[in-house]
């Protein structure tokens, strides 16, 4: 019987975390205390989806 073979999951790099959790904070910090960040501005749901993308990248991935 052949072994099923199920993927493994790392931790990602502290860099790849805190990028992630920084991009996220701006964002809910634009959309709830009213903050300008120009490059997110009117983008928040790219930069979110960029967020969370960086950080499943950095789970599957050792380079990242």
Same mark, same amino acid.
């Given at each position: +019987?052949? #072994?099923?073979?199920? +993927? =493994?999951?790392? $931790? &990602?790099? !502290?860099i790849?975390?805190l990028v992630?959790? !920084?991009? *996220? *904070?701006?964002?809910l +910090?634009?959309?709830?205390? =009213?903050a300008t960040? &120009?490059?997110?501005? =009117?983008? #928040?749901?790219?930069?979110?989806?960029?967020a969370?993308?960086l950080? $499943? $990248? =950095?789970?599957?991935?050792?380079s990242?």
């Amino acid at each position: +019987m052949k #072994e099923a073979h199920f +993927m =493994g999951l790392k $931790a &990602p790099s !502290i860099i790849t975390f805190l990028v992630s959790v !920084i991009l *996220v *904070v701006a964002v809910l +910090m634009i959309k709830f205390a =009213g903050a300008t960040v &120009p490059v997110i501005q =009117g983008h #928040e749901f790219w930069a979110l989806l960029f967020a969370y993308t960086l950080l $499943a $990248a =950095g789970s599957l991935t050792r380079s990242l």
